[in-house]
């Protein structure tokens, strides 16, 4: 199906991962695609990658800089911008709280907060200059709606990021323009290499046994959720977080038939 024939979409952490997912998808579907990444050769290298029209684009998005330069690079190669996904994060440092430096802190919430919030804003500022809509997807998180004590810095930013959905939404509600989070589960990206923790995304996948699904998502399952969010099929849809997480959102932890980790498969 060609839902986004004419869509221009910009995709930001475009170079891996969910973003890179999010970035194949759409542009299967028919879009034109800016891909936004830090790293650029990697931004590069999706953009060669798909079916469609794209422009990769090397872009800090905790900056105005960079978020500037990925609009600009959109309105240059395609003339305006329909969706924004804003996906871009950083996982960063699993110390206990006592622990934690306030730069690592600061560096979590630069990237995942305030670059969503940039975001969100240049969103807004040109869907005013085009006078007409469009649709915002953010990457939120579990850990936008649980809590744990070894992810401190990331899990503060990601509840920030639901808040600035639900603003976003409400603001762009009469202006025709829709902005709604996924909340992915345990799902294998580069987020935990770049952390220096390729130990836990090895164990992820017994860690997935735990779910009520009894496994571990992939990143085009959550890309096929940001597509759903994107289309008309969810045109009545805001200010939504749609959880993708094989279940977890719902388990219950304190007795054992309410779905705990405790259980293994075979039970």
């Known amino acids: 199906m060609l839902r986004f024939a004419g869509k221009v979409a910009v995709v930001t952490g ?5 973003g890179a997912a999010s970035a194949r998808r759409l542009s299967d579907e028919g879009a034109d695609i800016v891909v936004a990444d830090v790293d650029g050769e ?3 290298a999706v953009a060669r ?6 422009v990769p684009v090397a872009a800090d998005v905790s900056t105005v800089e960079g978020v500037d330069a990925y609009v600009r690079a959109a309105v240059d190669r395609f003339g305006r911008i329909d969706l924004h996904h804003l996906n871009a994060g950083v996982l960063g440092t699993m110390a206990p709280l006592p622990d934690v430096e306030p730069a690592d802190f600061d560096h979590v919430i630069a990237v995942n907060l305030r670059g969503v919030f940039l975001g969100l804003r240049a969103a807004f500022r ?10 915002v997807v953010v990457t939120a998180s579990i850990s936008s709606l649980r809590g744990a004590d070894d992810q401190l810095p990331y899990q503060t ?35 935990f290499a770049a952390s220096g923790l390729a130990d836990r ?10 779910l009520p699904m009894r496994r571990i998502g992939a990143v085009e399952e959550i890309a096929g959720v940001v597509a759903f969010l994107f289309s008309e099929d969810a045109s009545y849809v805001t ?7 094989g279940g977890a959102f719902m388990v219950n932890t304190v007795v054992r038939s ?6 293994t498969p075979e039970d």
């Open 14 to 18: 475009g170079g891996s991962g969910i």
């Open 157 to 191: 930013s990601k509840h920030g990021v639901l808040g600035l959905v639900h603003g976003a939404a409400m603001y762009g509600g009469p202006r025709g323009i829709r902005v709604n989070a996924v909340a992915p589960g345990l799902i294998p990206t580069g987020i």
């Open 258 to 263: 309410g779905g705990a980790g405790a259980w």
């Open 201 to 210: 995304a090895a164990r992820l996948a017994g860690r997935g046994r735990t």
């Open 42 to 44: 990697a931004a590069a």
């Open 126 to 135: 040109r869907y005013r200059e085009q006078d007409g809509g469009g649709a």
């Open 239 to 245: 200010g939504e977080v749609v959880s993708a997480d």
């Open 49 to 54: 990658s798909l079916p469609g029209p794209a």
